[in-house]
């Protein structure tokens, strides 16, 4: 049976959170728990008593971040326009996956991603209705786009994810 947190509890809870994310996302793993304590206007044995590591710490936000992953995953499947649900979708993933650079050295870190596969699964959706409107080339897979979307971001240049990455969704619109 799991147990109702109180407000403060919550607020305190929703507090660290924000303030792990935060850290994370520019520090990667290395930020410390006594930064994202001060950050959140906690004690670190706040942090400590419902995070006993720091890798619980991480795996937390990562779980949270994918959690708005796939929520824009399910926001795009209910848009009524396949094509440019893909498109939009592509970009607001990048743009948050870029906003948090370090979360991806902290997925590194802990070697896994709490709802990976779900979010794949709606990916798939995603890529084979976008497919299936003639928006996308149909001689791509969900994991290629996946792949190729992954490489434009990290490969660019400071500055240019951007550009790279409409360089490659470029490339994965259908042309007859």
């Not at 924000?18 to 942090?47: K, M, N, Q």
């Not at 440019?84 to 650079?101: G, K, N």
């Not at 990290?154 to 007859?176: C, H, I």
Request: hydrophobic share 45%; aromatic share 6%.
């Amino acid at each position: 049976m799991t147990t109702e947190l109180r407000a403060d509890a919550r607020r305190n809870l929703e507090r660290v959170l924000d303030a792990a994310t935060e850290a994370f996302a520019a520090s990667g793993p290395d930020a410390s728990i006594d930064d994202i304590a001060r950050l959140a206007g906690v004690g670190h044995g706040t942090v400590c008593r419902r995070f006993p590591t720091k890798d619980d710490l991480i795996y937390a936000v990562i779980e949270r971040h994918v959690a708005q992953m796939q929520a824009m995953a399910e926001e795009a499947l209910e848009s009524e326009d396949a094509g440019e649900a893909f498109f939009d979708f592509a970009r607001q993933v990048a743009e948050l996956s870029m906003s948090t650079p370090g979360l991806h050295r902290c997925v590194v870190h802990c070697g896994s991603k709490p709802g990976a596969a779900e979010l794949d699964r709606l990916v798939a959706k995603i890529v084979s209705r976008a497919q299936a409107a003639g928006a996308v080339r149909a001689d791509v897979q969900p994991v290629d786009v996946q792949l190729l979307v992954r490489s434009a971001l990290t490969s660019a240049p400071a500055g240019q994810w951007r550009r790279y990455l409409d360089v490659v969704l470029d490339g994965l619109e259908f042309r007859p």
